[in-house]
């Protein structure tokens, strides 16, 4: 995805596609009005059932995203609140609704935070196709945090389906700096949960 000619039209980057990279790796679109578009697509050698579960059940969410809150019904409300903090201990806390739902194929969450989140799963081989998107707005160094930041979640997703202990992760705070270099972030500023002494 290039810049077009005179700035008419949507810009972008695909980072699957640089040297060394993967398809793990997320792509995003910023749209004419500032309005950023980020995608990832992952494979998962899971049922469909799983995966759905594990992006619509609370109880299994916070395995790999946040605390949550889900009326499971197309205009039902949903509240996400993340497990890290900023430096001054405070968590993001996301709420809205359900604006798209096909059971076992499709969710979406508009959430005052993260902006609209959608979750598509297809059958693949015996396992999980997941196309992933983010539309948001923001600035360039926000959007370049929210890329690093939606890779680290999906492979917290990773872990969880695969039986592990995501929250608590002992490679978490170094993999995510790793993905912030990649996608040219500033660098996180939050207290991962494992790393508490005082909760």
Not at 169 to 174: C, G, L
């Amino acid at each position: 995805m290039n810049t077009p000619a005179h700035g008419t039209g949507p810009v972008g980057h695909d980072f699957a596609q640089a040297p060394g990279r993967g398809p793990d790796y997320g792509r995003y679109e910023t749209r004419p009005g500032g309005v950023h578009v980020l995608g990832y697509e992952r494979s998962f050698e899971h049922p469909v059932e799983r995966v759905w579960a594990a992006v619509t059940d609370p109880e299994l969410m916070g395995d790999w995203l946040a605390e949550a809150e889900v009326d499971l019904q197309e205009g039902g409300t949903v509240e996400l609140r993340w497990l890290d903090t900023d430096s001054e201990g405070r968590h993001t806390v996301a709420t809205g609704r359900i604006t798209a739902l096909v059971p076992q194929r499709l969710v979406e969450y508009t959430v005052s935070v993260h902006g609209v989140l959608r979750f598509e799963l297809r059958p693949e081989d015996g396992g999980t196709r997941l196309s992933f998107t983010c539309e948001m707005p923001g600035s360039d160094s926000y959007l370049r945090e929210r890329l690093a930041g939606w890779h680290m979640h999906l492979d917290l997703l990773a872990d969880a389906l695969g039986g592990g202990t995501a929250r608590r992760a002992h490679w978490f705070p170094q993999r995510l700096q790793k993905l912030f270099e990649v996608y040219g972030a500033a660098g996180p500023a939050f207290e991962h949960p494992r790393d508490r002494r005082d909760r």
